[in-house]
Each structure stands twice: as structure tokens, then as C-alpha cells.
């Protein structure tokens, strides 16, 4: 099948580093993005890596792109309580224009 | 920072009844999107628009459903007869136009549709 998969939880300590994983399956992803949602907001672009990287990083996010396994992640470094929210991965395909097809989210818990 | 505004925030409708959600993408962008996403489920793709026209469409963007630019500022997604089914969160979202390029999408805070 053709899908994104995100675990749905995880539950970290403050200044802690947190690490949400992505799986795809579709091998002609051109681009992979990071969103971010807080309760009653919108997804928020945090991220994304092109498909011949194999990682970027910006500021506390670290994304890592293994393209032979279609591994996605992403990670924040010193991990804020402000940082508690769903986070989003999505991928835009190569025959696919410019639609993005996104993971379930997994919601990031941290605790004080 | 310009953003993606959407209106209404929430709005409640009876089944059978028609809706207008509406959409103010980024100015200077020429994409234009409607995502859903249906309480607990993942965020679906509808439609694409550019250049006043459809580009892309899922399979859920039926008969039912029609997206309009009536201005220069207005995105509209128009549900003809609501089905309790469309009761999901909407989000616009509206990006620069680069073909082959990052194509960043920017999203709207989000319209939360109630089918009753």
C-alpha cells in the first residue's frame, strides 16, 4: 500500500531530546515535510528535507532521511514543554503534483 | 508574517444544507489547497487549484464538492448537500508555485465542520 505511518505517542522529559519516526512506502517521494499542530490550531511547517539528503538541521530539529528503508525522522533537541503538540509527517510524491499525503500525527507529550 | 486565514472558525449545519467555507490564501501565492481531517484521522488531501482551475483531486472530492476563486483574495470550498459524514476539521492552505520545487504549504488555522 501507499501510506504514511507514524507511531501515535510519545512522552518525553524536559530537555530531553525527543525522536518521532516516519515510514513511507512510496519511493518516488520528492519531498518529506515536518508539520506541527497545537490543540485548536493549524499545522504549522516546521521542516523538510529533499529526497537526496539524508539530513538537515535547523536550530533544535534534526531531520534524517534513510531513503532504502523510506525512514523518516525527526528530532528536537532540548525539549520544551512548548514543544507538546501533534507533529505531522507528510510526503509529496513525484507523480503526485503537488498533494501531500500525511502520517496519522504523533502527539508529543513532555512532561516538567 | 502573512498567514492563511480561514473563515468561519466552526460552523454547524443540518444535514442536507449547503456550505461555503471560506479561505484568504497568502497574497502572493498561486496555489491553492483544501486539506480534511475527520476527528481522530489523518489529514486527506481534496483539491488543488491554480490558475483558476482544478489541478488535483482525490477520489473524496466528488460531485458534491466545488472549489471557486470569486476574487482576488477569496478561496472557496462549496459542499452542496452537507452528509453527516463531512463533519471534519477543514484546512486551506496556499503555496508560491514551484514546480519541482520544495513547494512549502502554508495552512490556515482550520474551519471545524459539524453535520448534525
Known amino acids: 500500500g501507499e501510506d504514511v505511518e507514524q507511531s501515535l505517542f510519545l512522552s518525553v522529559r524536559e530537555g530531553d531530546s525527543s525522536v518521532i519516526n516516519c515510514t513511507y512506502t512510496?519511493?518516488?517521494?520528492?519531498?518529506l515535510y515536518w508539520y506541527k499542530q497545537e490543540p485548536g490550531a493549524g499545522l504549522q511547517l516546521l521542516t523538510y528535507?529533499?529526497?537526496?539528503?539524508d539530513m538537515k538541521q535547523d536550530q533544535r530539529l534534526t531531520v534524517l532521511l534513510n531513503k532504502k528503508d523510506k525512514h523518516l525522522s525527526l528530532r528536537i533537541a532540548d525539549t520544551q514543554t512548548g514543544d507538546s503538540a501533534i507533529y505531522f509527517c507528510?510526503?509529496?510524491?513525484?507523480?503526485?503534483?503537488?498533494?501531500?499525503?500525511f502520517g496519522g500525527g504523533t502527539r508529543l507529550m513532555v512532561k516538567p | 508574517e502573512p498567514e492563511v486565514t480561514q473563515t468561519p472558525s466552526h460552523q454547524v449545519t443540518q444535514m442536507g444544507q449547503e456550505v461555503i467555507l471560506r479561505c484568504v490564501p497568502i497574497?502572493?501565492?498561486?496555489?491553492f489547497y483544501w486539506y480534511r481531517q475527520i476527528l481522530g484521522q489523518k489529514v486527506e488531501f481534496l483539491v488543488s487549484?491554480?490558475?483558476?482551475?482544478?489541478?488535483?483531486k482525490s477520489e473524496i472530492f466528488d460531485d458534491q464538492f466545488s472549489v471557486e476563486r470569486p476574487d482576488g483574495s477569496n478561496f472557496t470550498l462549496k459542499i452542496r448537500s452537507t452528509k453527516l459524514e463531512d463533519s471534519a476539521m477543514y484546512f486551506c492552505?496556499?503555496?508560491?508555485?514551484?514546480?519541482?520545487?520544495?513547494?512549502?504549504?502554508?495552512f490556515g488555522p482550520g474551519t471545524r465542520l459539524t453535520v448534525l
Open positions: 492552505a496556499s503555496s508560491v508555485g514551484q514546480p519541482n520545487g520544495k513547494e512549502e504549504q502554508f
Open positions: 512510496d519511493s518516488s517521494s520528492t519531498y
Open positions: 528535507i529533499f529526497s537526496n539528503m
Open positions: 507528510a510526503e509529496r510524491r513525484n507523480n503526485a503534483g503537488n498533494m501531500l499525503t
Open positions: 497574497s502572493n501565492h498561486l496555489y
Open positions: 487549484f491554480y490558475n483558476n482551475e482544478i489541478s488535483e
